[in-house]
């Protein structure tokens, strides 16, 4: 799941924001919790498929307000993702040992001969 976040210029009104999540929706098929706020200048939603950036950026472009920003995060509360931050630990540890024993194999040789 990605969680994409856009700041956005120029909306003064709640049409404005209305304006802007129907882009967002025509323009993502799968978006979904749609929230836009004209305060903040911020449209964020969700999706299961990597959006196309540009495609949105241009859609609200289209509409004559301006993309300032856009940020598109996986979404942490995916287990997968947690999975795959802790898979490389082991291997980079074994790895690092295998270095040093090398190494320390290599100042025995030379101090043999
Ligand atoms: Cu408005």
Do not use: W
Not at 14 to 41: L, P, W, Y
């Amino acid at each position: 799941m990605y969680k994409i976040d856009i700041e956005i210029d120029g909306m003064m009104c709640g049409m404005c924001e209305a304006h802007v999540a129907d882009v967002i929706r025509k323009t993502v098929n799968d978006a979904r919790k749609v929230a836009v706020s004209h305060t903040k200048g911020t449209a964020v939603f969700l999706t299961e498929e990597k959006p196309d950036e540009d495609k949105i950026k241009d859609a609200i472009d289209a509409t004559g307000y301006t993309v300032m920003s856009m940020k598109c995060d996986i979404s942490m509360d995916m287990c997968y993702s947690q999975k795959v931050i802790k898979k490389p630990e082991p291997l980079r540890f074994g790895l690092f040992s295998f270095m040093i024993f090398t190494r320390l194999n290599e100042k025995s040789e030379s101090s043999v001969s």
